[in-house]
């Protein structure tokens, strides 16, 4: 998270890292290094919520602030999510050095949660529980000017040039993660409409077409 009194802002990644070439970019403007991240991968993590109960007990009026989020397509984070569980969830990996199959995709999305717990049991890492959360319940009412990752500089720009700063994005373009639709067949398709719904309609994200078709 990137917190800047001087000019206002509070910009909040998504739980999975997405939009850390934007974190870069402002991180020269950065100037409460309570909430700057550093090589702990749960240091400078604050949900929008937490992060407000911080700015409250330091006196600071939180929703003065401009506060940006990122979003991505429900589909491709759930794929990106999976993908950095089986690289890193031990079990994972010893029922893969076993010869056994990790959880199929529909499977795995049955028994996880677009609040509350996510994708994570008790214990395990934030990144796994919160990017599993849909954007409305992260940002919980708490982010007043969200940004597509498909989409930095058309919803980025404007907001930066009203706090009268223009950061360089550089070239380092979002890439959705290989064949991400291919992996969800009807019936995952069927969850991630139910859950991630509301996601799909407000920031205008069309469900794949090879399933909905």
Do not use: C
């Amino acid at each position: 998270m990137i917190v800047s009194h001087d000019k206002r802002f509070i910009f909040f990644p998504d739980p999975l890292g997405a939009g850390s070439q934007v974190a870069r970019a402002l991180l020269p403007w950065a100037d409460d290094a309570t909430f700057v991240p550093t090589h702990d991968p749960d240091s400078g993590f604050f949900t929008p919520t937490e992060a407000e109960w911080s700015f409250d007990a330091a006196g600071h009026a939180f929703r003065s602030y401009l506060r940006i989020g990122v979003v991505e397509h429900p589909f491709s984070r759930l794929v990106r999510l999976y993908d950095r569980i089986t690289q890193e969830d031990m079990i994972w990996k010893l029922r893969a050095a076993a010869g056994l199959p990790r959880p199929q995709m529909t499977a795995w999305l049955t028994g996880i949660r677009p609040n509350g717990r996510g994708a994570a049991g008790r214990r395990r890492a934030r990144w796994r529980q919160f990017g599993a959360w849909s954007a409305k319940d992260w940002m919980a009412g708490r982010v007043d000017h969200p940004i597509r990752l498909e989409h930095l500089d058309e919803d980025l720009t404007p907001a930066l040039s009203q706090l009268g700063i223009a950061p360089s994005l550089g070239h380092d373009n979002y890439r959705a993660p290989e064949n991400w639709q291919d992996r969800f067949d009807a019936e995952a398709t069927r969850i991630m409409v139910r859950r991630y719904g509301w996601d799909l309609e407000q920031y205008d994200y069309a469900i794949p077409r090879r399933v909905a078709a």
